[in-house]
């Protein structure tokens, strides 16, 4: 299966001082306005996530969600986490660490189209990571 998420290892790197600090995190990548394609995370119990949301992946011991109408844009793209050093506000816990977690996206070709990990409702995510993906 082909994973719909990848992370650079400073995504890695600043998630697990994160997780150190935070405990368990969730990252999610909503299609609103504000931070709009910025994924925002957070202690995994401090976000509700609904009915509509989807698990597209998870980078190490956290899982990428997204509702379903924004997963319609991403339906054919890789999400590929980085992080950049910005100042900005939000509620991200990444924040106060003077950088920002971005999403970039890669289309997937017509060949892996077919082998893509299929994303699954949110509301069915085991406690902790199936695999790191």
Do not use: K, Y
């Not at 082909?2 to 697990?16: K, M």
């Not at 969730?26 to 994924?39: I, N």
């Not at 590929?80 to 970039?104: H, I, N, T, Y």
């Amino acid at each position: 299966m082909i994973e719909r998420v990848t992370a650079t290892p400073a995504v890695r790197a600043l998630l697990g001082r994160l997780a150190a600090r935070h405990g368990p995190l969730l990252l999610h990548l909503s299609g609103g306005c504000c931070d709009g394609s910025a994924p925002i995370c957070l202690p995994r119990g401090d976000f509700r996530l609904g009915g509509r949301d989807l698990c597209l992946g998870w980078v190490e011991e956290t899982p990428l969600c997204m509702a379903d109408d924004t997963f319609a844009w991403w339906e054919h793209s890789e999400v590929q986490l980085d992080v950049v050093e910005a100042r900005g506000g939000g509620f991200s816990l990444e924040v106060p660490d003077g950088v920002r977690l971005v999403a970039r996206s890669r289309l997937f070709t017509d060949e892996e189209l077919p082998n893509l990990r299929p994303p699954v409702p949110a509301g069915t995510l085991p406690e902790t990571c199936p695999g790191d993906v």
